[in-house]
């Protein structure tokens, strides 16, 4: 019998293939159809010595995608495995879970104390892998305000892993010559940050505010390189 070490070995191995067709194949046709802006504070390009956790606003399903095609190749390479949380609701047709189990997505709870329901994704940081967190937890458009879910300051007080925040904004689709809709998204990738500087800098009941404020700030860096969003 596999020991739990070697499950998760095999577990990685599996991922990280299917993450690879993933993002070489599907990501590809992803950039073509998004056509994105993407401004990037910093280039990441070193492998990271502990987990990683990128956080970003929430617009639309096609979010955890968009990030994936906007990150530097060997950046994304590098870290593989990566992991997405969804809600359970999320997973109610066949089709859907395996699509979600082929590319690495795991379902959560979001009911109950944090350490029920983000009790998947701690297992998923002790194995090292990465994450894609969304503490707004639903979608919000640019000009609606949310105070975001306190589980990102729970997750940081238990884990010690990187933050990278990025912002994500969306036009609304055109018509391309051809007569074909396109999509069009902008983004900003920011700079990764230890989760111990927000420990230390921000109090207990306004972390999850702060960290989402990194989120939100880097909006200003779209604003100056290419104009506000005229949908």
């Known amino acids: 019998m596999k020991t739990r070490q070697g499950r998760v070995q095999t577990e990685s191995v599996l991922l990280s293939k299917n993450q690879h067709f993933f993002y070489h194949i599907f990501l590809k046709w ?66 859907q879970r395996k699509f979600f189990k082929f590319i690495g997505v795991y379902s959560i709870k979001n009911k109950g104390d944090f350490s029920r329901s983000l009790k998947e994704t701690f297992n998923i940081l002790d194995k090292g892998q990465n994450i894609i967190f969304f503490p707004e937890a639903r979608k919000v458009m640019l000009n609606e305000k949310v105070e975001p879910k306190k589980g990102i300051s729970h ?33 900003v990738v920011g700079d990764l940050i230890k989760s111990e500087y927000f420990l230390q800098k921000y109090d207990k009941k306004e972390r999850h505010k702060a960290i989402m404020g990194y989120v939100y700030d880097l909006e200003q860096h779209l604003v100056r390189r290419f104009g506000g969003n005229k949908n």
Not at 78 to 88: A, N
Not at 159 to 164: G, N, Q, R
Not at 177 to 183: A, M, N
Request: proline share 4%; charged share 25%.
């Open 30 to 95: 992803v950039r073509h159809l998004f056509n994105a802006d993407v401004l990037h504070v910093k280039f990441h390009e070193e492998k990271l010595d502990r987990p990683l956790v990128i956080i970003a606003n929430h617009m639309s399903a096609w979010d955890p995608f968009l990030i994936f095609s906007i990150l530097r190749k060997n950046f994304v390479l590098k870290h593989i495995t990566w992991r997405l949380p969804s809600g359970v609701s999320q997973f109610q047709f066949w089709h």
């Open 155 to 187: 997750l940081i007080e238990h884990k010690s892993v990187y933050i990278l925040p990025i912002f994500l904004e969306y036009k609304r689709r055109h018509k391309s010559k051809k007569g074909v809709k396109i999509g069009k998204a902008r983004a």
